[in-house]
C-alpha cells in the first residue's frame, strides 16, 4: 500500500539530487514565453515612465590594426549588457532550484546597442546566434562580440614617440534618456586577455556616459606607440644622411663628385619626406616635429647644394683674390700661424706649397689680432679650402643641434 509512496519519495530525492530536468526547464520557458505572454517589443518595466538602467561593460581582445593615414582603428573586443526585464521572474524553488536560463537573443527584449563612430555601416550588436542570459529576478546579461572598426582622430605632434586616445562611442537608437540610461558595468573596462601587438601597448581604457542628445557611453583607449621599430628603420638611417651631408664639404671642389654627391643626398631627404607623410594623416591642426626635421633638413640640403656649386665655379677662376676676403677666410679659420694650401698648376702638374699668413697685434689691445693678406699671397683654391673648412664646421655644428633640439622636443611629453 505504501510502496508508490515510498517510490514517488525516492524519485524525487534522485531528481532533486541530480538537479532540475528538461521538464523543468520546459516548463519554466512556457512559463515565461506563453502563459505570461511576453512581448518582446515594449520596454520589459511595468512603470513605463521610469527608464530602464543599461550597464555596460568593454572588454578588448585583440587590436588588429591603428592606421595613421586612415585614421581608423580596428580592435577585437564584447559588450557585458545588463538589465532588469520585470517580465521574465520565477521563483527557482518551483522549477527544483533553476537559477539561471539561457534564451537567443532575438526572444526577448534587448537595448539597440549600436557604434556611432564606425567606419563601417552603423548597424545594431548582436547575432541570431548569440544567447540572453536570465536570473530569476530578472536580470539579464547579453555579450554580443564583434571586431569594430572606429574612427579616430590621432594627434602626431610627437611622432614616433605619441600616445593615442582612441574612442568608441556606444548609442541606442530610437530611445532617449527618458526611456533608456546608460551605466559602466563593474570597472567599465577589461583588458586582461588582451592579446600584446607588435607595435602598439594599451595603457588604460577609460569611460564617460551621457544622457543628451541620446543615451551614448564613450571608452576611451590610450595607447602607445613602440617606437623600436621606427627607431631602427627610419631614424638611424635619416640620423646617417644627415652625416654625409655634413661631409659634402670633404670632397675636394677639383674632384668633380661634389655636386652630384650634394643632390644624391638631397634627392635622399626628399624620398625620407615622402616616406613618412605616407604613414601619417593628412592633418593641418598638428604637425609631426619629424616632419619638420626633415624639411629643416631638406631645406639645409638644397643650401649645401646650392653652395657646391658656387664654391666650384669659384674655384675655377683665375683673377686675383680681392684684398677683403684672404683677410675674412682667415679669421674665418681661427688659424693662428699657417695655412696649407694646395697650387694646381696651369696644366697637369701639382705641388704643395705652405704661404705665410702674416699676424700683427694692436698695439692698445693685446688680445686683438688683425689678419694681413696681400692679393698675391692667396690664390682661389686656397680660398676655397679654408671656405670649405668654415661651411664643415658650421654644418655640422647646425645639425647636431637641430637633432638635439628634435630628440628634447619628441621626448619632453
Same mark, same amino acid.
Given at each position: 500500500?505504501?510502496l508508490?509512496?515510498?517510490?514517488?519519495?525516492?524519485?524525487?530525492? +534522485?531528481?532533486?539530487?541530480?538537479?532540475?530536468?528538461?521538464?523543468?526547464v520546459?516548463?519554466?520557458?512556457?512559463?515565461?514565453?506563453?502563459?505570461?505572454?511576453?512581448?518582446?517589443?515594449?520596454?520589459?518595466?511595468?512603470n513605463?515612465?521610469?527608464?530602464?538602467?543599461?550597464?555596460?561593460? !568593454?572588454?578588448?581582445?585583440?587590436?588588429?590594426?591603428?592606421l595613421?593615414?586612415?585614421?581608423?582603428?580596428?580592435?577585437?573586443a564584447?559588450?557585458?549588457?545588463?538589465?532588469?526585464? %520585470?517580465?521574465?521572474?520565477?521563483?527557482?524553488?518551483?522549477?527544483?532550484?533553476?537559477? /539561471?536560463?539561457?534564451?537567443?537573443?532575438?526572444?526577448?527584449?534587448?537595448?539597440?546597442?549600436?557604434?556611432?563612430?564606425?567606419?563601417?555601416?552603423?548597424?545594431?550588436?548582436?547575432?541570431?546566434?548569440?544567447?540572453?542570459?536570465? =536570473?530569476?529576478?530578472g536580470?539579464?546579461?547579453?555579450?554580443?562580440?564583434?571586431?569594430? *572598426?572606429?574612427?579616430c582622430?590621432?594627434?602626431?605632434?610627437?611622432?614616433?614617440?605619441?600616445?593615442?586616445?582612441?574612442?568608441?562611442?556606444f548609442?541606442?537608437?530610437?530611445?532617449?534618456?527618458s526611456?533608456?540610461r546608460?551605466?559602466?558595468?563593474?570597472e567599465?573596462?577589461?583588458?586582461?586577455?588582451?592579446?600584446?601587438?607588435?607595435?602598439?601597448?594599451?595603457?588604460?581604457?577609460?569611460?564617460?556616459t551621457?544622457?543628451?542628445?541620446?543615451?551614448?557611453?564613450?571608452?576611451?583607449?590610450?595607447?602607445?606607440?613602440?617606437?623600436?621599430?621606427?627607431?631602427?628603420?627610419?631614424?638611424?638611417p635619416?640620423?646617417?644622411?644627415?652625416?654625409?651631408?655634413?661631409?659634402?664639404?670633404? !670632397?675636394?671642389?677639383n674632384?668633380?663628385?661634389?655636386?652630384?654627391?650634394?643632390v644624391?643626398?638631397?634627392?635622399?631627404?626628399?624620398v625620407?619626406?615622402?616616406?613618412? =607623410?605616407?604613414?601619417?594623416? +593628412?592633418? @593641418?591642426?598638428?604637425?609631426?616635429?619629424?616632419s619638420?626635421f626633415?624639411?629643416?633638413?631638406v631645406?639645409? @640640403?638644397?643650401?649645401?647644394?646650392?653652395?657646391?656649386? !658656387?664654391?666650384?665655379?669659384?674655384d675655377?677662376?683665375?683673377?686675383?683674390?680681392p684684398?677683403?676676403?684672404?683677410?675674412?677666410?682667415?679669421?674665418?679659420?681661427?688659424?693662428?700661424?699657417?695655412?696649407?694650401?694646395?697650387?694646381?698648376?696651369? *696644366?697637369?702638374?701639382? %705641388? /704643395?706649397?705652405?704661404?705665410?699668413?702674416h699676424?700683427?697685434?694692436?698695439?692698445?689691445?693685446?688680445?686683438?689680432?688683425?689678419?694681413?693678406?696681400?692679393?698675391? *699671397?692667396m690664390?682661389?683654391? @686656397?680660398?676655397?679650402?679654408? !671656405?670649405d673648412?668654415?661651411?664643415?664646421?658650421?654644418?655640422?655644428f647646425?645639425?647636431?643641434?637641430?637633432?638635439?633640439?628634435?630628440?628634447?622636443?619628441?621626448?619632453?611629453?
Amino acid at each position: 500500500m505504501y510502496l508508490p509512496i515510498n517510490i514517488a519519495i525516492v524519485f524525487a530525492c +534522485v531528481q532533486s539530487s541530480f538537479g532540475y530536468s528538461l521538464q523543468n526547464v520546459s516548463s519554466l520557458r512556457r512559463l515565461l514565453f506563453e502563459t505570461n505572454r511576453y512581448d518582446k517589443i515594449s520596454r520589459p518595466m511595468q512603470n513605463q515612465s521610469v527608464p530602464t538602467d543599461v550597464y555596460i561593460a !568593454l572588454n578588448v581582445y585583440v587590436i588588429y590594426d591603428v592606421l595613421e593615414a586612415a585614421q581608423t582603428l580596428k580592435v577585437s573586443a564584447s559588450l557585458d549588457v545588463s538589465w532588469l526585464d %520585470e517580465m521574465l521572474t520565477w521563483r527557482p524553488v518551483d522549477f527544483d532550484g533553476i537559477q /539561471t536560463c539561457v534564451y537567443p537573443q532575438d526572444n526577448v527584449w534587448k537595448p539597440a546597442v549600436a557604434l556611432k563612430n564606425t567606419v563601417n555601416d552603423v548597424k545594431t550588436l548582436g547575432d541570431p546566434t548569440l544567447n540572453v542570459i536570465v =536570473h530569476p529576478n530578472g536580470t539579464m546579461l547579453w555579450k554580443p562580440y564583434q571586431v569594430f *572598426e572606429t574612427r579616430c582622430t590621432f594627434d602626431i605632434t610627437y611622432y614616433p614617440f605619441d600616445k593615442q586616445s582612441c574612442e568608441m562611442i556606444f548609442v541606442t537608437w530610437g530611445y532617449t534618456s527618458s526611456g533608456i540610461r546608460l551605466w559602466g558595468l563593474g570597472e567599465g573596462a577589461y583588458w586582461d586577455d588582451l592579446t600584446p601587438n607588435q607595435a602598439w601597448t594599451l595603457k588604460h581604457v577609460g569611460y564617460a556616459t551621457f544622457e543628451e542628445p541620446m543615451p551614448m557611453i564613450k571608452f576611451y583607449l590610450m595607447l602607445e606607440r613602440k617606437p623600436r621599430y621606427i627607431l631602427m628603420n627610419l631614424i638611424l638611417p635619416l640620423m646617417i644622411l644627415i652625416s654625409l651631408n655634413t661631409c659634402v664639404f670633404l !670632397l675636394p671642389c677639383n674632384s668633380g663628385e661634389r655636386t652630384s654627391f650634394s643632390v644624391t643626398v638631397f634627392l635622399a631627404f626628399t624620398v625620407f619626406g615622402t616616406i613618412v =607623410h605616407g604613414t601619417l594623416p +593628412v592633418n @593641418s591642426e598638428n604637425v609631426s616635429y619629424l616632419s619638420i626635421f626633415i624639411l629643416a633638413h631638406v631645406l639645409e @640640403s638644397a643650401l649645401i647644394t646650392i653652395c657646391s656649386i !658656387l664654391l666650384i665655379r669659384a674655384d675655377r677662376r683665375t683673377d686675383e683674390v680681392p684684398d677683403w676676403l684672404p683677410c675674412l677666410t682667415s679669421r674665418l679659420c681661427r688659424r693662428a700661424k699657417r695655412i696649407s694650401v694646395e697650387e694646381n698648376d696651369d *696644366e697637369t702638374e701639382h %705641388e /704643395t706649397v705652405k704661404k705665410q699668413i702674416h699676424c700683427i697685434h694692436d698695439k692698445n689691445d693685446k688680445n686683438h689680432v688683425v689678419g694681413r693678406l696681400s692679393p698675391t *699671397e692667396m690664390d682661389w683654391p @686656397s680660398v676655397i679650402q679654408c !671656405l670649405d673648412w668654415c661651411l664643415f664646421c658650421l654644418v655640422a655644428f647646425v645639425n647636431v643641434l637641430l637633432t638635439l633640439v628634435f630628440f628634447l622636443i619628441i621626448r619632453m611629453k
